[in-house]
């Protein structure tokens, strides 16, 4: 069975930075093209971000430029560097492979003040 567990999130000013991380168990990692998803509340879950085994990397419009995913197969980790945060950008986010088939970690909330 598959876990998913992520962390990093907090409550950060506009304009600032966090680093959300995903930790995967029960998968061969690197084999999945793995991406962060994120729900606001009051809304349907959305895709954020993406990276391919290979490393090939996609991105919403609304943070391309800001944000970067990274994965370490040897951690079975994929990583979200989140620069100039907006207040836009609150919500919960998390992780799963592309598509999106694995039953959802517990996420991280990020609330982004003005």
């Known amino acids: 069975q598959v876990r998913l567990d992520e962390s990093g999130g907090g409550l950060v000013q506009a304009g600032g930075s966090l680093r959300l991380s995903c930790t995967v168990s029960?998968?061969?990692?690197?084999?999945?093209?793995m991406g962060w998803y994120r729900q606001a509340p009051g809304k349907q879950r959305e895709p954020v971000a993406h990276?391919?085994?290979?490393?090939?990397?996609h991105y919403s419009d609304s943070v391309k430029g800001r944000f970067a995913i990274t994965r370490d197969d040897d951690k079975n980790t994929v990583y979200l560097q989140m620069n100039s945060l907006k207040p836009e950008d609150t919500a919960a986010y998390y992780c799963?492979?592309?598509?999106?088939?694995?039953?959802w970690g517990p996420g991280t909330q990020v609330t982004v003040s003005s």
């Open positions: 990276i391919s085994g290979g490393g090939f990397t």
């Open positions: 799963n492979r592309v598509p999106s088939t694995w039953a």
């Open positions: 029960g998968s061969i990692f690197s084999v999945n093209n």
